[in-house]
């Protein structure tokens, strides 16, 4: 009996073992949330960088300012077009709230133009990624304003 428990221990502890290591990896990861109101976008943007990243998920502007106040994010993937909150109106809720205003935030839209980027700059976005998504420069832009290295 004491050999059946002794064994079961070990296993448990390689269990809790290798738990732990999955764990530290992912607290290594940066986080970065992604808001969009189309689940179809939100599920690329995680497979483009769930690999590198840990991708959070939120499908609306008040979703995301929720999240943001308790949960750390490194970098906020913005959708400018949604239904309910805009992009830029979620942007200047986020930028009122003193422990959230330094996050970057990087703009995703398919309308990307000279007035768009005009009209956003006084809200400081890091970036602006244009719909449809090119995985690359998605990754590159992600990298570029987390200030690591491209590859």
Do not use: C
């Amino acid at each position: 009996m004491s050999e059946l428990f002794d064994y079961e221990r070990k296993i448990l502890a390689q269990n809790i073992s290798v738990a732990e290591k999955k764990d530290a990896a992912e607290a290594e990861k940066k986080v970065i949330l992604a808001v969009d109101d189309m689940p179809e976008m939100l599920n690329n943007i995680a497979s483009i960088l769930g690999k590198q990243y840990t991708v959070l998920l939120a499908k609306d502007g008040w979703t995301a300012i929720e999240l943001l106040k308790v949960r750390h994010v490194d970098l906020v993937l913005l959708d400018h077009g949604m239904s309910k909150v805009s992009g830029t109106e979620t942007l200047k809720e986020i930028r009122k709230i003193p422990k959230l205003a330094d996050i970057p935030v990087v703009f995703v839209s398919a309308t990307i133009n000279l007035d768009f980027i005009q009209k956003t700059a006084a809200l400081k976005p890091a970036g602006y990624v244009v719909k449809p998504i090119e995985p690359e420069a998605l990754r590159k832009t992600v990298m570029k304003v987390l200030g690591e290295n491209l590859v």
